[in-house]
Structure formats: structure tokens, C-alpha cells
């Protein structure tokens, strides 16, 4: 099978994107939040755990330290107990506290709006950063690439990396910057509902005929997935 060429690779993703945006259109954050630092800790929360797992324990997190003021002053201990359902709650509360702490010391309590300063944050990632600039100030400079972006990607062909942080210079490169903004959202959203982990639904996904894992037809209704080309020994 010969290599795709990168113009034959940037227009099979654009047409997935624009195919997914026909599915799932633009929707606001599954997340619940209400400033710019609600957003940083809610998206802290959510690695490795459920939006909502999250959405369960911020009415009250927020409600008792819903700023970098408020947020700084606690103690590590009491933000655990209010978190304590989620996933590395301990160390999830740690990083809110320290969080908020050098919002305030270092940027005068605002959350900052580039990545490089974002990233300094304790437990802000990359991921991250790409969701804050997007959701909470219009900014985009990259794609934050969780699980199911980067099941994706790589059940797509679009990438081999090992890691999301490599993954993304690789969707960064075929992917129209226009489209950066929606491909999260959406592509999480059909990672949960279609392209799943487990068993990939490939028989009622829209996009099946741009995929080079789609399934092969043997006979009479059996199917079975694309094999694989093995490199030669």
C-alpha cells in the first residue's frame, strides 16, 4: 500500500470535520463553570474522571472558593473532602490550592491568556492551557488531545505517535487551523458514541469510508477489520 500523501491526508480530515460538525455542531462546555479560573479547575478535575463527576462536586467547591483569592486561602485538606469522589483526589486538591496561589501571586489574580504562562500552572498541562485559551477567551492555538482525540487520530491514520502531546504536532500539521476550535468538542463526542474504546461502532459511523480501519465485508453480512500490512522481514 503506498504512503498518503499529506494533500491527500489534509483532504480526508477536512471532509471528517466537516462531517462531524454536521453530527455534533457546536455546544457549549460539558463542564460547568462561570470565569476563566471556574474553567482552569474544572478541567483540572476532569483528568482520568467523568465531566459528570465534576459537574457534581464544583457547585460546592466553587461555592466555598470560587475565586484565586478564595481558592489560595484553603487548605488542601478541606478542598479533598469536597472532591473526594474523583480520581488522585488528593493530589487534584493539591494542585487547585497552588493553582490559585500563583494566579494571585504571579499574574495579580487573573488567569493568564497564553499558553506558556498557563502551562506553569501546578497541574495545568497542555491539554488544558488549549481548553482555557479556547472556551474561556476565543483564543486558539492548538488542539487539546485527550483519549478519545487521540484514539481517534490514530485509528484515523492521522498520526503513530505514542503520546497526545506528540500527537497533536501531528494533527497540527494536517488539520486547517480554521477547524482546531471544534475538533475536541466534537471528536470527544463521537470517541463516547461511536468510535468507542472497547468495540469501535464502525458499521454506523458516517465517516467509515475515510477510515482506514473501516471493516471489510466477507460474505454473506460477516465482517471483519481491514488487515493490517505487516513490513517485510
Same mark, same amino acid.
Given at each position: ?27 457549549p462546555s460539558a463542564l460547568d463553570w462561570r470565569s476563566p479560573f471556574e474553567l482552569v479547575i474544572a ?38 473532602? @469536597? !472532591?473526594? +469522589? ?6 487534584? %486538591? =493539591? ?9 494571585? /501571586? ?45 484514539r481517534i487520530s490514530q485509528r484515523m491514520g492521522l498520526t503513530t505517535a505514542k503520546t497526545p502531546l ?7 500539521? @494536517? !488539520?486547517? +487551523? ?6 475536541? %468538542? =466534537? ?9 468507542? /474504546? ?8 458516517p465517516c467509515s469510508d475515510l477510515c482506514p480501519q473501516r471493516p471489510v465485508r466477507y460474505g454473506a ?13
Amino acid at each position: 500500500m503506498p504512503r498518503e500523501s499529506k494533500k491527500s491526508k489534509v483532504a480526508r480530515v477536512t471532509e471528517f470535520c466537516r462531517r462531524m460538525n454536521e453530527l455534533y455542531g457546536q455546544e457549549p462546555s460539558a463542564l460547568d463553570w462561570r470565569s476563566p479560573f471556574e474553567l482552569v479547575i474544572a478541567v483540572l478535575l476532569s483528568a482520568q474522571t467523568t465531566d459528570v463527576a465534576v459537574n457534581s462536586v464544583t457547585p460546592e467547591l466553587f461555592e466555598r472558593w470560587g475565586t484565586p483569592a478564595q481558592m489560595a486561602q484553603a487548605s488542601p485538606d478541606e478542598v479533598a473532602e @469536597v !472532591i473526594r +469522589r474523583l480520581g488522585f483526589y488528593r493530589t487534584k %486538591s =493539591q494542585h487547585c490550592v497552588e493553582c490559585a496561589q500563583m494566579i494571585l /501571586a504571579d499574574y495579580d489574580g487573573e488567569v493568564p491568556r497564553t499558553m506558556d504562562e498557563l502551562v506553569r500552572l501546578p497541574g495545568v498541562g497542555r491539554k488544558t492551557a488549549n481548553i482555557v485559551l479556547n472556551k474561556a477567551f476565543g483564543i486558539v492555538e492548538g488542539i487539546a488531545v485527550d483519549t478519545h482525540v487521540f484514539r481517534i487520530s490514530q485509528r484515523m491514520g492521522l498520526t503513530t505517535a505514542k503520546t497526545p502531546l506528540e500527537a497533536e504536532k501531528d494533527l497540527l500539521a @494536517v !488539520i486547517p +487551523r480554521e477547524l482546531w476550535s471544534d475538533v475536541n %468538542s =466534537q471528536w470527544i463526542r463521537h470517541g463516547r458514541a461511536v468510535c468507542t /474504546a472497547r468495540v469501535a461502532k464502525c458499521e454506523e459511523c458516517p465517516c467509515s469510508d475515510l477510515c482506514p480501519q473501516r471493516p471489510v465485508r466477507y460474505g454473506a453480512g460477516q465482517t471483519k477489520r481491514k488487515p493490517r500490512r505487516r513490513k517485510a522481514e
